[in-house]
């Protein structure tokens, strides 16, 4: 199995950037797809964008499609959410995911989860 501990999150302004980062410990990582996924007080828990074990193939929410980036360090066990223009809409706790199931944008489908970072964009 595998722990994952995120960081980086905090109060942005709208417009600023903000870069996300989960490290990831145990089992060995590069056989892992990543998701980030993020829930907001009240909300369901949502997707947000997900890296295949590789790196090679990435898929995005609409909703963050253009504004936010995902990667992955193999060597570190490590995957990154670089969030650029946030909005107060993005306003949420945000936890990465593990899978080794298959490249997938399915919360259900991941068996390893972080606590989650909170993060609060204002207007």
């Known amino acids: 199995q595998v722990q994952l501990v995120e960081s980086g999150g905090g109060l942005v302004q709208a417009g600023d950037s903000l870069r996300l980062s989960c490290a990831a410990s145990?089992?060995?990582?590069?056989?892992?797809?990543m998701g980030w996924f993020r829930q907001a007080p009240g909300k369901e828990r949502e997707f947000v964008a997900a890296i295949s074990w590789s790196g090679e193939n990435t898929v995005y929410a609409d909703s963050v499609k253009g504004r936010f980036t995902i990667s992955r360090d193999n060597a570190k066990n490590t995957v990154a959410l670089q969030m650029n223009s946030p909005k107060p809409e993005d306003t949420a706790a945000y936890h990465c995911a593990a899978t080794k199931k298959y490249f997938t944008t399915r919360a259900a489908a991941y068996d390893y989860w972080g606590q989650g970072t909170q993060v609060a964009v204002s207007s």
């Open positions: 145990g089992d060995t990582f590069s056989r892992y797809n």
